[in-house]
Each structure stands twice: as structure tokens, then as C-alpha cells.
């Protein structure tokens, strides 16, 4: 016999609803922490029999297990989860009792049976433990994410996305996201990627930039109005006086002049181009005037 090998147990589940009735068929799913993902999925399923139970075998004492149900009860679904954190079962016939509520479902198309509960929206510190929770009462394999952001201006810069594929799960639920730079603005979404490849998206928790850089970006957007407004100015000035020149000369001054104050704003590439078209405007220009 071997002597290293893992215990295993029975784990009793027992659901009743809001008034302690208890529930015949609920759908009950027994999610284990898997660390290479750092999050809990799905290993296993059953119907709740006519005690309300179903019992799963468990690895006592060494993984972290969480339970979730849901009851379809006419339009409304009822769903529940025993624990945010998982437990340890210690022992053998250990019983664990859940109470079903109702519950928001995510009802869109493919993803209609997919209930989605999201927890800890706000940051602690400059750290996100926003968790996504998702169970599809149907049994169907849904990819849940949760993905964070930086704002480059207006570009939303990627900078971790975390998935989970199973038919219930929850993302994030372990470690949590540190904002490193909070000059910036940061951006939490939760989506669904679909069969397509698109990402469904079901919430978006921004958390605003803090310090100097805050506020240069918000001079910098300011700054970008008035020289795209000047620009528009000066391209109305040289059709009026019908020297296209004016709006060139004007351009290649003012391409610089963003680059400095926001270095993002336009790209260095795109700067040099804008200065050839406009010398080539005024070349072509002058010759047509040469010629004209």
C-alpha cells in the first residue's frame, strides 16, 4: 500500500432555496483551484437528487474546492456559491448546505444561459482583486476573461488578460492585478470571447489616473483640440485667399510642436510625413506658379 497517497472523502452538497425548501434537479458543480491558470474550474457535475444533495468525491485536506448551483424556476434563476476563496475539505462526509437566490443572467444570444457575478470592482491600495464568477446552467463551455488596460491618450494599451474555458468557473480569483504606474489611467473588462473570436464585453471598471501625469494628459488632450482647430483654421485661410502654401508652412510648424508637448499623440514617422507632403505641396506649388 502506498503510504504517500492523497485521502479521498465524500463531499456532501445540499441546496434549498431563499425559504429554506429544499431543491430536487438543481445543477451543482464542484469547481478545484488549478494554480497553472490561478483560478477555479470546473471537475465535476450533478443534479441534486430528491434530498436536495449530490456528492462528490474530494481530495481531502490538500486542494481548495468551491460550489456552485443554480435552479431554474420559472423566468427566474437561482443560483448560489458556497465560498469566494475555496476551502479545504478535512473530512470524510463533510456536508456543506448553500441557499439559492436569484440571480442576473448575461442574456445575449450564445451566451444566454451564462450567468456572470463579478466581486471586488474597487482597488485595494493600487491592487485589483476584481474577480469574475461564471456559471452556465446548461452545461455549455464558455472562455470568461478579465483583462487590464492602460490609456496611451486614447489608445487602450493591453497589459494582462486572464481566461477561463469551462461551463463554471471564476477568473482572478487568487493574487490580484498591481497598478504599477497610476499616473495613467487604468481600465478592468470583463468579456466573453466567442465562438467568432469576438469579445462580448459584460462590465468595464475604470480607475482614473492619480499624480502629474494626470493632469498632462488631460493638457495634452486640451492641447491637441487647439492645434487640430488651428489647423482647421489655417486650411480655411488658404482656400479663402486660395494659397495653399499657407496651410503647408502652417502644418510643419505645428507637427513638432504636438510631437513635444505629447509624445504619443502622433508618432514620429507620422510627424516626418506630414513635413514631406507639406515641402511637396509648396515644391508643387511654386512650380505650378513657375509654369503658370
Same mark, same amino acid.
Given at each position: 500500500?502506498?503510504?504517500?497517497?492523497?485521502?479521498?472523502?465524500?463531499?456532501?452538497?445540499?441546496?434549498?432555496?431563499?425559504?429554506?425548501?429544499?431543491?430536487?434537479?438543481?445543477?451543482?458543480?464542484?469547481?478545484?483551484?488549478?494554480?497553472?491558470?490561478?483560478?477555479?474550474?470546473?471537475?465535476?457535475?450533478?443534479?441534486?437528487?430528491?434530498?436536495?444533495?449530490?456528492?462528490?468525491?474530494?481530495?481531502?485536506?490538500?486542494?481548495?474546492?468551491?460550489?456552485?448551483?443554480?435552479?431554474?424556476?420559472?423566468?427566474?434563476?437561482?443560483?448560489?456559491?458556497?465560498?469566494?476563496?475555496?476551502q479545504?475539505?478535512?473530512?470524510?462526509?463533510?456536508i456543506?448546505?448553500?441557499?439559492?437566490?436569484?440571480?442576473?443572467?448575461?442574456?445575449?444570444?450564445?451566451?444566454?444561459n451564462?450567468? $456572470?457575478?463579478?466581486?471586488?470592482?474597487?482597488?485595494?491600495?493600487?491592487?485589483?482583486?476584481?474577480?469574475?464568477?461564471?456559471?452556465?446552467?446548461?452545461?455549455?463551455?464558455?472562455?470568461?476573461?478579465? +483583462?487590464y488596460?492602460?490609456?496611451?491618450?486614447?489608445?487602450?494599451?493591453?497589459?494582462?488578460?486572464?481566461?477561463?474555458?469551462?461551463? +463554471?468557473?471564476?477568473?482572478?480569483?487568487?493574487?490580484?492585478?498591481?497598478?504599477?504606474?497610476?499616473?495613467?489611467?487604468?481600465? +478592468?473588462?470583463?468579456?466573453?470571447?466567442?465562438?467568432?473570436?469576438?469579445?462580448?464585453?459584460?462590465?468595464?471598471?475604470?480607475?482614473?489616473?492619480?499624480?502629474?501625469?494626470?493632469?498632462?494628459?488631460?493638457?495634452?488632450l486640451?492641447?491637441?483640440?487647439?492645434?487640430?482647430?488651428?489647423?482647421?483654421?489655417?486650411?480655411?485661410?488658404?482656400?479663402?485667399?486660395?494659397?495653399?502654401?499657407v496651410?503647408?508652412?502652417?502644418?510643419?510648424?505645428?507637427?513638432?510642436?504636438?510631437?513635444?508637448?505629447?509624445?504619443?499623440?502622433?508618432?514620429?514617422?507620422?510627424?516626418?510625413?506630414?513635413?514631406?507632403?507639406?515641402?511637396?505641396? $509648396?515644391?508643387?506649388?511654386?512650380?505650378?506658379?513657375?509654369?503658370?
Amino acid at each position: 500500500m502506498n503510504a504517500t497517497a492523497t485521502a479521498r472523502g465524500n463531499l456532501i452538497v445540499q441546496v434549498s432555496d431563499d425559504n429554506f425548501n429544499l431543491l430536487v434537479g438543481a445543477n451543482v458543480k464542484l469547481l478545484e483551484y488549478k494554480a497553472t491558470v490561478d483560478s477555479f474550474v470546473e471537475v465535476a457535475q450533478c443534479f441534486s437528487d430528491t434530498n436536495g444533495e449530490c456528492v462528490f468525491d474530494v481530495e481531502l485536506d490538500t486542494k481548495f474546492y468551491i460550489i456552485q448551483a443554480t435552479f431554474i424556476d420559472g423566468d427566474n434563476v437561482l443560483t448560489a456559491q458556497s465560498t469566494e476563496n475555496g476551502q479545504l475539505i478535512k473530512l470524510d462526509q463533510t456536508i456543506i448546505e448553500i441557499r439559492l437566490t436569484t440571480s442576473k443572467q448575461f442574456e445575449v444570444e450564445d451566451t444566454f444561459n451564462l450567468i $456572470i457575478t463579478p466581486s471586488n470592482t474597487e482597488l485595494v491600495g493600487n491592487t485589483s482583486f476584481l474577480t469574475a464568477t461564471f456559471n452556465d446552467n446548461t452545461n455549455k463551455n464558455h472562455t470568461v476573461c478579465i +483583462a487590464y488596460y492602460f490609456l496611451n491618450g486614447i489608445n487602450e494599451v493591453e497589459l494582462n488578460e486572464t481566461c477561463v474555458t469551462a461551463s +463554471a468557473g471564476i477568473v482572478n480569483a487568487v493574487g490580484g492585478f498591481l497598478l504599477v504606474d497610476r499616473d495613467f489611467t487604468h481600465i +478592468a473588462k470583463i468579456y466573453v470571447i466567442r465562438e467568432d473570436g469576438t469579445k462580448l464585453i459584460y462590465n468595464k471598471y475604470t480607475y482614473p489616473a492619480l499624480g502629474e501625469k494626470s493632469f498632462l494628459s488631460s493638457f495634452g488632450l486640451f492641447v491637441d483640440i487647439l492645434i487640430f482647430a488651428a489647423l482647421l483654421f489655417l486650411l480655411g485661410t488658404a482656400l479663402y485667399i486660395k494659397n495653399i502654401k499657407v496651410f503647408a508652412i502652417g502644418a510643419i510648424v505645428l507637427s513638432p510642436l504636438s510631437l513635444s508637448i505629447k509624445p504619443f499623440w502622433i508618432g514620429g514617422t507620422t510627424m516626418v510625413f506630414i513635413i514631406l507632403l507639406c515641402i511637396s505641396i $509648396i515644391y508643387l506649388t511654386s512650380k505650378k506658379q513657375e509654369f503658370g
